[in-house]
């Protein structure tokens, strides 16, 4: 009996033991496996900064509004608005945004630039657009944005009143001059973090119609010449923007090494020309 007794609660210990190492080889796969995945993707708005995140009263979409950099400022300022929808999964895309900038001075309002935001137009899912801020926030007046959200599926329409602080930046990245009764307003856009050797290079030109109708210009040749006034020198290979769509205008600058860099631009329209210039320092 004694003997008997002996093997069966050897035997019981090792199932026991058994169990344990199964569970034991389970969980080192499991902790393996989750080590193993991928890390999660970095989302292309990460490095933006969050402007609000507001529902659009009067509809069921609820808009998280992203700016390009920390602050928004006189001239180009990128904008990317993610829409969801109560009762639909993930992002919603099917919808209309229109923004409208406003600036009260008191004794009178006046608009800026826009650039409506479009679906997909710069990350699969949000819609790109941006504003062409042409003064800064101070003792002559104050801003408010409005954007306005239509549903093509259910009719629903809504908008938000965003006051928004507009800062001159420490290097102008908006100049203006007039051409006869024409006032013009050019942008720089990019290289937003420039690097030494070839960048890409972008600018904006917008005509003032009215004092609520700001549209893109395509009417300009533009030439370009960078030099580094400190050294006494510029740089090759430059390529002079052109027009690709909706008032800007693409090429290529060549930073030989970092430091000052002044970017010298003429624009021509017919006989007459303006020059303007951008600086660079990084």
Sequence with gaps: MAVAAYFTILKIMKTKISIYFICLAFLSIFFISCDSNDPEPVSELDN????????????????????????????????E???????????????EIVLKPM????TMKHACPIENPVAGKNIEGVFGGAVV??????DMGSWMLTIEVKDDETEE???????????MPEESRMKSFSMGTDKYFVSYVQPSEPLVGINDFEVTVHKKATMMEWPASGDFTISMEPEMPDMGHGSPNNVNPVLTADGHYKGKVNF?????WKINLALTIGDQTQAIDFDVTF
């Design 256 to 260: 030989t090494m970092d430091g000052y």
């Design 103 to 106: 600036m009260d001075m008191g």
């Design 81 to 95: 608005i993610v829409l969801t929808k109560a009762g639909v999964k993930g992002d919603y895309t099917d919808a």
């Design 157 to 167: 329409s809504g908008k938000l009143d965003l006051p928004v602080i507009i800062k």
């Design 48 to 79: 933006y900064t969050i402007l609000a995140e507001q529902q659009i009263p009067g509809t069921t979409l609820t808009a998280k509004i992203y700016q390009e950099n920390d602050s928004l400022f006189v001239g180009y300022n990128r904008l």
């Design 133 to 138: 801020f042409v003064m800064p926030s101070g």
